[in-house]
Each structure stands twice: as C-alpha cells, then as structure tokens.
C-alpha cells in the first residue's frame, strides 16, 4: 500500500516539457503594475525597488530567495510588498519575486523551493547532448537557468531570473556553462507535441488569445514563406489551426521583447509555400471559408531570437465548429515599459545556499522589455547601471545566486 501511494503521489507531481515551458514564459510575460508602496519595504529602511512606481511591466522581478507563483506575485504587490530584491538587501519577508532556483522551481512545479545546492534532490544528471527544453544547467552554490533548446549556431538559448528579473538569453555560448552541470528533473515527462503541423493549437472561438514559446518549440520545419521567401525564419515556430464558416477579416497582432523576434505568417494550406500574409507585429486579412493555419515564426538575423510572445486576434466573420458571432475588436494592448531594461545587479545567493563571492559576468545586452505599439523586434539595451560599471573596475563584488 505505501509503495502504491508513493507511485500514485510521484504521478500526481509530474509535469510535461511543455508545461515547464508554458509555466517559464508566463513567468517572463507576466502584466503587473507598480505602485507607491511596492517602491520600498516594512522590513527594511535599506531597501529601494529597481522600478517605478505608476509604470506597468511585463515579467516577474528577481527577488534574492523568492518563490511565487505569478498569482501570489499580484496578491503580494496588492498588500504593499516589495517588488523584487537583491542579495545586499539581504533575506527579506517584505519583497517578491523569484531568484534563479525559485523560477527553475516554479516551472518544474517542484512542491517546494529548492536552491542550487539542493536541486539535486529532485533532479539528476545527464550528459551535455541529452539537454532538452525543460531541462536545466546547474553550477551548485550559485546560478541555475532553465534549458529551451540549441539553436543552428550551437548557442544554448535559455531563461533565467537574473539580476533584474526573468528573461530569454539568446546569445551566452557553451564557454558561459563550462562549470554547470546539465540536469534533469525526476517528475518530468516528454508528453504531447502540441504547436505542430500533426497536432496544432486549434483556435475555437474569438477574441482569442495566447501565451506561447518559440524557444524549445515542438515544430522547427518551416524556415522561409512563399509571401516573403528572403525572410530567415529558421527558428522554431508554433503552428496554429482555424475553420472558418463564413468568410470575414481576421487581425492578429504579436508582442514580445527585444530578446525575442516571433513574425505572423497567415496560410490557406498546411505548407509555407501556402503563405497569403505575414507581417513582424500585426497585420489583418480576408479569409474565405475553409481550413487556414498561423504560424508565429523565430526570425533568424545574428541570433534566432526565439522565445515568449503573446498572440492576440479577433475575426469578423465565424468559424466552422464553434458558430460564434461575429466579434469586435477588443483594442490595443495596454502600455508596457520596463524603463532601464540593464540590470543593476546579477542578483544574489539563493536561499539555502551559503554565499558565493565570485564576480558574475554583466548579463546579455538583450532584455525583456514589452514595448506597446513596436511589436516584436531587436534593439540594444540601455547602457549599464554605474553599478554594473564600477563592476567592470572592480570596485563592486557581485553575487550570483
């Protein structure tokens, strides 16, 4: 009998790749607003928020030995909490977040908070060629990210919370990791491909909306389209299907940061030579009645800047098996700006863990910032903070977590 329990406890925990995936890009596409009284902390007259209060963001903010869920995350900073922390802040109860273990927790749904020295408990080792989305690279002590896939280039793309808060890093090669050890979780399962021409995400009803990763993604066959064949679209993509009844005007839209470049592409057929429209950020167009497919699609240029992107749309006519009316447009996204996209700090020891002194390299140029109206696309980020700078001297020593 305990043995059974025990078995039917271990099925109850696990999850699939592609939920540890979904569960990391709502970390990193999280909408919160930040109010005065998230600016400080009761438990610390040292403490002072990286963000501004009245401004709206997108993306959970690192906080030193935090562990919540996106939903604690808003309760939190709905009661006055601090938004995120730093390791000089020290161990506080009065801020929110999540630090590097803390998000890798999360998204393997672990029943507790593990830290970078005791993830092993629930994990184990495998080798570099095994590493797989939802897997993790683990240097005990002090940083743990969360594995989304290997691109052409033979770049580990993968999401972190780190230093300002939890972002896809599109451009850290192998040498970064030299001293972390790739990882497993014990309840993870391969599950369903769901995002593929075979089994694509069928799209039922409107205003419809959808949170989605091209980082890792199931599907990676479609590199180019007959609408704009010069477009390098050789990343990994989510593939979407629709049956329409009657004809009308379908408008979509995609946002996503500046680390991340997913582009639309409209088909009449399952094939990118079937291609009627495409556009970077939204585009609108007729569809007669019969089956169509989305494709949001990784533009390649020095990187493939895949990673988390909200897809968003409205159609005027109605659709084969659902028979909804005919909807409005639900209107533009609210503003977003995450205001100095470079963090400060590459954040602090995670809790257990005892403290680790090394000097951390300044984080990736390219940074979530979810920008209304400029849809997805690259651009450099803000220079360093003075502190990341007096880092560079040495005059500053940073932790990692």
Known sequence: MTALLLVLVGAALAVDREAVMDNAAE???????????NQYASCSSDYVSDYSPGSSYRGI?????????????????????????????????????????????????????????????VSYDISASALTRGDALNNSGSHIVLFAYQTAAGIPVHAEANGELVFTDVDQG???????????????NDGAETGTLANPHEITRFPYEHLGWTAGAASDVFDSYSCEPDTDESGPEQIYHLEVASAGTLDLRVSCDNSVDADIHVLDGPSSDSCIARHHTDLSVWLDPGEHWIVVDTWVGSYEYAGPYILTGTFSGTLGDSGDDPVVDTGDDPVVDTGDDTPDDTGGQDQPDPPDDDLAPLPPSARVRFVEGRGCGCSAASPPHWLGLLALLGLVRRRRR
Not at 27 to 37: A, I, N, P, R
Not at 96 to 110: I, N, R
Not at 174 to 188: E, K, L, Q
């Open 27 to 37: 970390f990193e596409t999280h909408l919160w607003t930040m109010g005065s009284s």
């Open 61 to 121: 903010p690192y906080d030193w030995g935090g562990w919540y869920t996106t939903s604690e995350y808003d309760s939190y900073i709905a009661e006055g909490y601090g938004a995120g922390s730093h390791s000089w802040h020290g161990s506080l109860w009065c801020t929110v977040g999540v630090d590097c273990s803390g998000f890798v927790s999360q998204a393997w749904e672990t029943s507790q908070k593990y830290g970078t020295a005791t993830i092993y408990q």
């Open 174 to 188: 192998w040498s970064a990791f030299s001293s972390y050890t790739p990882i497993r979780y014990d309840s993870i």
